[in-house]
Each structure stands twice: as C-alpha cells, then as structure tokens.
Nanobody, 118 residues
Framework: QVRPVESGGGLVQAGDSMRLSCVASGHLFSTYAMGWFRQAPGKERERIGSIIWTGGDTYSAQTIEDRFKISRDNKKNTIYLEINSLKPNDTAIYYC???????????WGQGTQVTVSS
C-alpha cells in the first residue's frame, strides 16, 4: 500500500510560481511510477505529468506544458510539481498519485487546493 500525501497548495497571484510536494510511503519508492493530476471545478480530471523509473538512477519526466516540472528526491520519498507563470485557470485540486496506469493510478493522495487570483 502506498499513501501519497501532498502539501504546498494555497492562494497565489497570477504570474507567480509554486512548488507542490508529495511524500509517499513504501520502501520501493524509487521504483514507483509517480505523477500529478488536477481537477478544476466543473471540469474533468486532467493528468499533468509523470516521473517514471527507467532503470539504474535514471528517470523519465513528462508534463503537459513546459510551465510544469516534475522532479523527485528518493532519499526523501518525495516528488515535486513546480508550476511557473501561474494562471487563474490553473485553479484546481492537485493530486499526487503512485502506480500510474493508462489514464489513472492505483494510489491517490487527498489532494491540495491551488487557487490563482488574477
């Protein structure tokens, strides 16, 4: 069982940057396919990106836009989502996930609210 726990959300201004963190339990953390989703009010859930172990000390990180950056620190069992040039339509609940599947994930965090004011 993996339990992702997000932190770092809050109220920010358009144009700001912020970093969300996600700590996940599990001694095999370094091999987990991790990622981030978000869901805005009245909209469908959207996958933002992923960071996947590709062997050895190598990971592949992909995001939907260059404004988003995903990284990980295996020593801290933590992944990060950095969002730059925040926009009001980035307002959403952001979820950290582990065990990515096609279009979803096995394990979900509780989510952290990000609100961007104009």
């Amino acid at each position: 069982q993996v339990r992702p726990v997000e932190s770092g959300g809050g109220l920010v201004q358009a144009g700001d940057s912020m970093r969300l963190s996600c700590v996940a339990s599990g001694h095999l953390f370094s091999t987990y396919a991790m990622g981030w989703f978000r869901q805005a009010p009245g909209k469908e859930r959207e996958r933002i990106g992923s960071i996947i172990w590709t062997g050895g000390d190598t990971y592949s990180a992909q995001t939907i836009e260059d404004r988003f950056k995903i990284s990980r620190d295996n020593k801290k069992n933590t992944i990060y989502l950095e969002i730059n040039s925040l926009k009001p339509n980035d307002t959403a609940i952001y979820y950290c996930v582990a065990g990515l599947t096609a279009g979803s994930a096995r394990f979900w965090g509780q989510g952290t609210q990000v609100t961007v004011s104009s």
